[in-house]
Structure formats: structure tokens, C-alpha cells
């Protein structure tokens, strides 16, 4: 059981370039999330889902886009980085009203230069 | 303001010292409150939650949560080496569907020295 895995661990990209990253749950959870954690500021909400199909932001969204066409997978995009983005990225998912439980991958940590 | 505060530390203590870390916060919507623990390049894993204000133990781990304060606390008994670690408090509220928005603290970093 492999529970939360992120693709890639790591991950270099020049200033404007594209990428994405995975996250893939095998929980069967309803919900998912991505953080960015950065030194100071704990982990921060970027986006989520409550459900294959659907998305929606959370408290740093901006430069990052989402989706969730399948319940097992969410993709987080970011179209043109930015040196800002040098963060390491959290995938998370949880059970519905499984209450303070979420499910954390071991991260993506991503450098743009 | 933040609206959760953790003080970052670091801490070092010796192996065997009773260890206590805390976090303040100032949104009385947050409903649960929890401590996550976070092992170098490894994702959070939850190590205790509550939703009342009093004590939960769990082994060598006592959660406490003070709503009138809004304050909580983790102590940390016989402290080993495996705990060292870096510690998250986190409080959430329900946003949609059944869904939470988790706010964390900074995280202190703790290391037991053997």
C-alpha cells in the first residue's frame, strides 16, 4: 500500500519555464490538497479538491493551477515559474470528515533559478 | 497577525527530559487541533488530535488544548532520540463539503541529544 506518492521528488526548472507535478492517492480519499512548505512559514494552502472533476483555491493559488480528472490523481501546474516557487510541495489527502487526518506524500522539492 | 503562532525553535534537549511545545492562535472558528510530526525530507504524519479544550495522552505523548487561552501544548515524556523531528501544531475549520482547511504553525525543530 503506497498510500501518497508525488512525481518528481526533484526538480530543477529555469525562470518561466512550465511543469507539473503529480500526486496519486491508492486510499480511495475523497479529498485532496496541495502545501507548499517554506522556512518561516509553515505549510501553506494552495489548492484542493473535494472530489474528481472539482477544485478550488486556497490561501496562495496564485501562479498555480490545478486538476482533478481522475479520483486517485491531482495535478498541480505552474504555467511560467518564477524564483518565488522555489518551495518544497506537499500532496495531502484525507477521508471525508475523517476529522484532522490528512495523508501526506514525502514532497517535491522544486528549485527555479 | 499570523493566525497561528509556533515559536521555531530550535530546541535541544538531553535524551530522557520531558519536553514541552506550544502554539497560540487567534481564530476562535478553528474546531480541532492537532500535532503533526515531520521527519527530515519526509511529508507531516499526524502524531495526535483533539477538539476539547483538557488533556489526551497517548504513551509517552500528552495533547493539551486551552480554548479559553487559545493555547495548546505537546509534551513529550522520557524524550528519545527518535523524536527528534521537527513538530507542526495545526487547527482547522470545515470549508466545503465536509472538507478542512488545516492552518499550521512554523514548526519547531527538535533534536534529543542521546
Known amino acids: 500500500n503506497a498510500g501518497v506518492t508525488q512525481t518528481p521528488k526533484f526538480r530543477v526548472l529555469k525562470t518561466g519555464q512550465s511543469m507539473t507535478l503529480l500526486c496519486a492517492q491508492d486510499m480511495n480519499h475523497e479529498y485532496m490538497y496541495w502545501y507548499r512548505q517554506d522556512p518561516g512559514m509553515g505549510l501553506r494552502l494552495i489548492h484542493y479538491s473535494v472530489g474528481e472533476g472539482t477544485t478550488a483555491k486556497g490561501e496562495v493559488p496564485d501562479g498555480y493551477n490545478v486538476s482533478r480528472l481522475k479520483k486517485q490523481n491531482f495535478l498541480l501546474g505552474l504555467e511560467s515559474a518564477a524564483p518565488s516557487q522555489t518551495s518544497v510541495y506537499f500532496c495531502a489527502s484525507s477521508y471525508i470528515l475523517k476529522t484532522g487526518e490528512l495523508f501526506f506524500g514525502e514532497g517535491s522539492r522544486l528549485t527555479v533559478l | 497577525q499570523k493566525e497561528v503562532e509556533q515559536d521555531p525553535g530550535p530546541l535541544s534537549v538531553p535524551e530522557g527530559a520531558i519536553v514541552s511545545l506550544n502554539c497560540t492562535y487567534s481564530?476562535?472558528?478553528?474546531?480541532?487541533f492537532m500535532w503533526y510530526r515531520q521527519y527530515s525530507r519526509k511529508g507531516p504524519e499526524l502524531l495526535m488530535y483533539?477538539?476539547?479544550?483538557g488533556n489526551k495522552e497517548d504513551g509517552r505523548f500528552t495533547a493539551q488544548v486551552d480554548k479559553s487561552s487559545k493555547y495548546i501544548s505537546l509534551f513529550i515524556r522520557d524524550s528519545q532520540p527518535s523524536d527528534s523531528a521537527t513538530y507542526l501544531c495545526?487547527?482547522?475549520?470545515?470549508?466545503?463539503?465536509?472538507?478542512?482547511?488545516?492552518?499550521f504553525g512554523q514548526g519547531t525543530r527538535l533534536t534529543i541529544n542521546p
Open positions: 495545526a487547527m482547522s475549520r470545515f470549508i466545503i463539503q465536509g472538507a478542512q482547511k488545516l492552518v
Open positions: 483533539t477538539y476539547s479544550s
Open positions: 481564530n476562535s472558528a478553528f474546531q480541532y
